[in-house]
Every structure is written in structure tokens, then in C-alpha cells.
């Protein structure tokens, strides 16, 4: 199976702060990632496909990059409605796997 | 409006049985691939299995192999998931997802409000 691995486990940050998560993976993944935001209660969002690309409807301010095993998810201008957890997923091979997750909390 | 209606949670004992069901709306069912994710109570994401859009293709997490099987109505709209021989770390909010395409894509853009499964004595 290929492991996927986030840091920070939980930073915290400032409304109109910079925040980049990373994402690892054990094994070569291509571009085959996703990136997720999870707010609390709530169904998972999908925010990045393909590492790079937003999905329809998500604020420019999010970003994803990478390729290969490292991967990373910047917002730019963190905004109150950004505080949730946030989750990379691999799809280049079954099982799919997600990291295990990064909780931004508002500093 | 795309929508996916999760039901048929609740409390089951250890080697008990339970059927999840989602129902979907708002689009073409049988165009696209869907799956099933779960969360464990304060834990992060765990894919649980995944099926094509025509139901000839399945995919299963190495933890629920040999016990849980999904299928689908296509004629029904409705999605499922069989669970057999529960144990204590099946435990978790279910999520049906449905993905952006009918064959091997795992984007999950869409997904259900969760059911809750809780095994225990």
C-alpha cells in the first residue's frame, strides 16, 4: 500500500497568513493526488485534483503543487471560513489512501 | 442538484451484519464510479471500497476484504454496502462519494452526509 504522510499534524494561523501543508508519499504517485478540506462535522470537500488543479467553485486563494512523492497545499490570504482539517488522498494505486490529516486552527 | 442520502446506520453487536444504502440524485447514476469512505470517531479519512459505474468493477480496503461487499441499482439509483462480521473497529461515520467518472477515477466530488455505525456489545 502507499503510505501517504502530512505535516504538520496541526499548525495554527492568522487571518490573511500564508499557510503550506506538505504531503509525502512512500511510493512515486505521479500526479495522482487530491487534497481535501473537512470542516468540523461535516462531509469532506474535494479542493485540488490531479495536484494542481482547483476544482470548480474553490476560492483561488488555494493552490496544490508537486509531483513524483512531494506534494504540498498553500492557501494565501487564510480567510476565518479556511479553519477545518485538511487531507491529501492518492489515487494512483487500490487501496486509495488518504494522509492523515492536518488540523489549522485559528491562531 | 447533485445529492447523496446516506441511511441505514445504527448499533449493531460484534459479528452482526448491517446494509448501508445511498440514494442519489440530480444526475446520470450509472455514469459514474462511487465509493465508500468512513471516519472513525476523531480520526482522519479511510477509503472503505469503491465500484465502477456499470458494477462490474470493485475495489475493496485490505481491513473489510471478505467482509463487506458493495454493489448498486442503477435501475434504482442507489448504491450499497453490505457489512458482515462487524467488529469494534468498524466503527465510524460512512460516507458514500461519488467520483468524476464512470471507470477507474477516485476524485470524490460529491458526497453524502455520513451514517453512523457503532458495533458494540
Known amino acids: 500500500d502507499i503510505q501517504m504522510t502530512q505535516s504538520p499534524s496541526s499548525l495554527s494561523a492568522a487571518v490573511g497568513d500564508r499557510v503550506t501543508i506538505t504531503c509525502q508519499a512512500s511510493h512515486d504517485i505521479s500526479n495522482h493526488l487530491n487534497w481535501y478540506q473537512q470542516k468540523a462535522g461535516r462531509a469532506p470537500n474535494l479542493l485540488i485534483y490531479d495536484a494542481s488543479n482547483l476544482e470548480a467553485g474553490v476560492p483561488p486563494r488555494f493552490s496544490g503543487s508537486g509531483s513524483g512523492t512531494a506534494f504540498s497545499l498553500t492557501i494565501r490570504g487564510l480567510q476565518p471560513e479556511d479553519i477545518a482539517t485538511y487531507y491529501c488522498?492518492?489515487?494512483?494505486?487500490?487501496?486509495?489512501?488518504f494522509g492523515q490529516g492536518t488540523r489549522l486552527d485559528s491562531k | 442538484e447533485v445529492q447523496l442520502l446516506d441511511s441505514g446506520g445504527g448499533l449493531v453487536q460484534p459479528g452482526g451484519s448491517l446494509r448501508l444504502s445511498c440514494a442519489a440524485s440530480g444526475f446520470t447514476f450509472r455514469n459514474y464510479a462511487m465509493s465508500w469512505v468512513r471516519q472513525a470517531p476523531g480520526k482522519g479519512l479511510e477509503w472503505v471500497s469503491a465500484?465502477?459505474?456499470?458494477?462490474?468493477?470493485?475495489y475493496y480496503a485490505d481491513s473489510v476484504k471478505g467482509r463487506f461487499t458493495i454493489s448498486r441499482d442503477n435501475s434504482n439509483n442507489t448504491l450499497y454496502l453490505q457489512m458482515n462480521s462487524l467488529r469494534a473497529e468498524d466503527t465510524a461515520v460512512y460516507y458514500c462519494a461519488r467520483s468524476t467518472c464512470g471507470g477507474d477515477c477516485f476524485h470524490l466530488v460529491y458526497w453524502g452526509q455520513g451514517t453512523l455505525v457503532t458495533v458494540s456489545s
Open positions: 488522498q492518492q489515487y494512483e494505486n487500490v487501496p486509495i489512501t
Open positions: 465500484i465502477s459505474g456499470s458494477g462490474d468493477s470493485t
